[in-house]
């Protein structure tokens, strides 16, 4: 019952957001504030489906532009990472979105940047263009880059685009982890707390494209130990609620 009684309410709040933000990207398309109008709505989901979210650092990066670097778990980070998605914020995402019915359509018109990973030459021209846009337009690009779902499996390896673009653009790069997900279930009634911490942001400027397996290897790291330390948190939390 309670399953069925989530899905209804999710359905409800999703058909909301899509309608009137839809409506919103229409009038105003690919505005730089558009993705953190529905990054908040979707958030507002989070306490139906029986989730705490304690956010950390949020509002440390301020209106500097940068490239934010968060961890991919499953399709429960539409309404946990997205309660810090902060105005003028963009994010990247596998252009095969474009083709699915009404998501797609205002994915694109919401200003987000789709790129094919599959076609390398264009993927690297959608990485260029990125910083363009990063410098011209003050814009920062929310970014997974695992580029796929870690299935609470730990950060998994990162893809280089993310750290070549910021270097490019010359911005700092911000990790943003969410502790782990894979413990929240629609048919419970209290799915725990997940914790959301922005770190320090970490500057690019000074090293070049030849520094790049060293920068990612080391925020690699960095993000890693920080993840553990907020599993470690998130799991104490709700072994303290029980």
Known sequence: MLLILRCLILSVMLLFAFVIGGLACILR???R???HMFAKVFSWAAPVLGIKVIV????QQGDKPCIF?????????????TAVVPKGTVSLGKKSLAWMPLFGQIYW????????RKNRSKAFD???????KIKDKCLSVWIFPEGTRSRGKGLLPF???AFYTAIAAGVPMVPVLASNQCHIKLNRWNNGVVIIEMMDPIETTGFDKTQVKELSKRIHTMMSEKLSQLNQEAS????KAV
């Open 236 to 239: 104490a939390l709700m072994t």
């Open 159 to 161: 893809k280089a685009g």
């Open 126 to 132: 959608t990485m260029a263009a990125t910083a363009r």
């Open 56 to 59: 950390r650092n949020s509002q």
């Open 69 to 81: 670097l968060a961890n991919h778990q499953n399709n429960f980070d539409m309404f946990t990472h």
């Open 29 to 31: 398309p690919r505005h």
């Open 109 to 116: 018109l919401s200003g987000n940047i789709l790129i094919d």
């Open 33 to 35: 504030d558009n993705v």
